[in-house]
């Protein structure tokens, strides 16, 4: 029974806010909203690149340790650099998407390591369909 009569002074309070803070207060909270929706469209388009880079980094560094098996040694260095990448990737996204303090930081060294994970895919697949898919998406992550 405590726990109603908690519950139900809790509506009232919350309810009496609202009514004291009137139309103006929500229109200005509406203001601030639309405001930051504006600015964490580019922070969730960059987080969201970042992850669709780390996914195909950790596609492409299993597809480069099959060919690796198979005993093509060229791919040894695109694995760990599609290995690394990945992680840098999943790094910055998570960084980006809770809009941490590092998130520069984070960005600029994700950004150099997907330019040379790109080239290290380009170089060593050009006419590999999944090198090529990596390169691109770490070009697009930069």
Avoid: Y
């Avoid at 922070?43 to 880079?53: H, L, M, N, T, Y």
């Avoid at 992680?87 to 040379?116: H, I, N, Q, W, Y």
Wanted: hydrophobic letters at 40%; a positive charge; charged letters at 25%.
């Amino acid at each position: 029974m405590h726990r109603f009569v908690v519950l139900g002074s809790l509506l009232v309070a919350g309810f009496a806010l609202a009514v004291v803070s009137g139309p103006s207060a929500r229109a200005e909270e509406k203001e601030k909203a639309a405001e930051h929706k504006g600015h964490m469209h580019g922070v969730d388009k960059c987080a969201v690149e970042c992850a669709k880079c780390m996914l195909a980094c950790e596609s492409c560094a299993r597809h480069c340790a099959m060919k690796l098996a198979k005993g093509e040694k060229k791919h040894a260095k695109t694995l760990a650099t599609c290995a690394d990448c990945g992680d840098f990737c999943a790094l910055a996204a998570k960084v980006v998407a809770r809009k941490g303090p590092m998130s520069v930081t984070t960005c600029e060294a994700c950004a150099k390591v997907c330019d040379v994970c790109a080239k290290a895919c380009e170089d060593v697949g050009p006419d590999d369909d999944h090198m090529k898919q990596c390169a691109k998406a770490c070009r697009d992550c930069a």
